[in-house]
Nanobody, 123 residues
Framework: QVQLVESGGGLVQAGGSLRLSCAASGRTYTMGWFRQAPGKEREFVAA????????YYADSVKGRFTISRDNAKNTMYLQMSSLKPEDTAVYYCAAAGYSDSVFYTRDYRYDYWGQGTQVTVSS
């Protein structure tokens, strides 16, 4: 069983930046970020393969967010720039424990989930 712990959320003004971190307690394959805004379904944000060589983004964040990972530290990151009020949500990290694909955009592909971290972007 792998545990995931997110950190780095907070309140930021529109146009600002934040970096989220997700620390894993063990080895993982594909890792991803999802988010859920109030009253909305959880949605895919970005994914990265186990090697870190391949990444994939939702159209809504492409060009503004960057996903990365440091396997020596078992940690994944999400650098968020040019933030918009519509980016406000609880952000969750997820990890696949047994398989690897950058196209894991659906939550059922992931075996482990963090508790979430709130990101609020004020206008």
């Amino acid at each position: 069983q792998v545990q995931l712990v997110e950190s780095g959320g907070g309140l930021v003004q529109a146009g600002g930046s934040l970096r989220l971190s997700c620390a894993a307690s063990g080895r993982t394959y594909t890792m991803g970020w999802f988010r859920q805004a109030p009253g909305k379904e959880r949605e895919f944000v970005a994914a990265i393969t186990g090697s870190g060589m391949s990444t994939y983004y939702a159209d809504s964040v492409k060009g503004r967010f960057t996903i990365s990972r440091d396997n020596a530290k078992n940690t994944m990151y999400l650098q968020m720039s040019s933030l918009k009020p519509e980016d406000t949500a609880v952000y969750y990290c997820a990890a696949a424990g047994y398989s690897d694909s950058v196209f894991y955009t659906r939550d059922y592909r992931y075996d482990y989930w963090g508790q979430g971290t709130q990101v609020t972007v004020s206008s």
